[in-house]
């Protein structure tokens, strides 16, 4: 095929200076100052009158969380209402994703169900208060005011938005999640949120709680009729029922590498020792043949390992080591050796706490 050729159209231009003009246009907002004001100002007094009825013991160190939803064509980061949070005494503690239908778009396209960001925001009763009063006079020179054009809603979670997943009446183990970071449970607002469920004659310990993403995961041993009361704390962002572990069993890896004559073993060690990889699961026997390369480890004051278990660790950890098997090929040379620590000492459904105890 013969070679083509291209002509640079203009080419001359490449002889002159070109000047940039940085920066972009002016972003085209959906709704105006007066808009935005007007679509807020409802918004804020539910916000305000919602807080204001809250019971004091709900609200540790006068505290409560709200929500911010952005429109849709403010989600960047660049877009953060930082300055409206600061302006009005609040702060951002989380996000998650949403899906909303805003009032209006931008260049008047037609408005449609959109992914955006939704915004925990937490501050004193107070703030939300004064914020609701003196919005009414804000002018387009107010601190923090250019941005409530990125709002599109502002809401206060109610107990009941709170609850998710709770399929019958009669479960009594459910997990917390807490609008609370480590050091500031530890540093004691875990301890109100105790004191307020003792009011409720709901014992708690949290022995088993953790910390993740700057929320905190407590354990807690309730009737079903008390959940409700226990949402309406104002640091709680969901109460569920215990998330259970599940196996993922493999079809048929186990008894393939222990009884298949047909499946050889590698006879190198691995490949680059310095790798280092855990697997936490149901153990694997001392006397298997994978553990050339996997080293099994027992914790302490587990019950003795179970027969069902210990093939599942045996076939998740061939998958680490093998990837998938060919029993008409030989098995590769493993890349990384593997500690193996057996985490499961019963079948998962029958310890309700066993996810806590497998996390810690």
């Not at 600061?86 to 949403?98: D, H, M």
């Not at 005011?145 to 109610?158: C, H, K, L, N, Y």
Request: proline share 8%; net charge neutral; aromatic share 8%.
């Amino acid at each position: 095929m013969a070679k083509r050729n291209f002509l640079l159209g203009k080419g001359e231009r490449l002889t002159e200076q070109v000047r940039i003009v940085s920066g972009g246009t002016k972003k085209i907002s959906p709704y105006t100052f007066s808009e935005a004001k007007e679509r807020l100002q409802p918004m804020l007094s539910r916000l305000a009158n919602a807080v204001r009825q809250q019971p004091d013991e709900a609200c540790p160190q006068d505290l409560a969380v709200a929500t911010i939803t952005l429109n849709p064509e403010y989600i960047a980061k660049t877009y953060y209402p930082g300055d409206l949070l600061r302006a009005v005494g609040l702060k951002t503690i989380g996000s998650r994703p949403r899906v909303v239908k805003p009032d209006k778009r931008s260049k008047e396209r037609e408005p449609e169900d959109t992914q955006t960001t939704e915004l925990f925001v937490i501050g004193k009763r107070s703030s939300y208060q004064q914020w609701a009063n003196e919005f009414k006079s804000w002018s387009e020179s107010s601190p923090g005011s250019e941005q409530i054009i990125a709002v599109e809603q502002i809401g206060f979670p109610t107990p009941q938005q709170k609850i998710r997943g709770i399929a019958h009446e009669g479960s009594k183990l459910y997990e917390v999640v807490l609008h609370l970071n480590e050091q500031s449970a530890e540093g004691g607002l875990l301890g109100l949120f105790q004191a307020y469920l003792s009011k409720l004659n709901i014992q708690s310990s949290f022995d088993k709680r953790f910390y993740a993403g700057g929320l905190c995961f407590v354990e807690l041993d309730v009737p079903a009729d008390s959940i409700e009361d226990v949402a309406k704390f104002s640091l709680v962002r969901v109460v569920r029922e215990m998330p259970v572990l599940r196996l993922v069993r493999p079809a048929f890896r186990a008894g393939a590498i222990e009884n298949s004559q047909q499946i050889l073993l590698p006879t190198l060690g691995s490949m680059d020792s310095k790798i280092k990889v855990a697997i936490f699961d149901g153990g694997i026997p001392n006397n298997h043949p994978i553990t050339k390369w996997a080293t099994p480890f027992e914790l302490p004051g587990m019950v003795p390992a179970d027969s069902e278990l210990l093939e599942h660790g045996v076939g998740v950890t061939s998958a680490f080591l093998f990837g998938n098997l060919d029993p008409k090929k030989p098995l590769p040379q493993p890349y990384a050796n593997v500690d193996h620590f057996r985490v499961l000492d019963n079948v998962p459904g029958q310890n309700p706490y066993e996810l806590y105890e497998v996390l810690d």
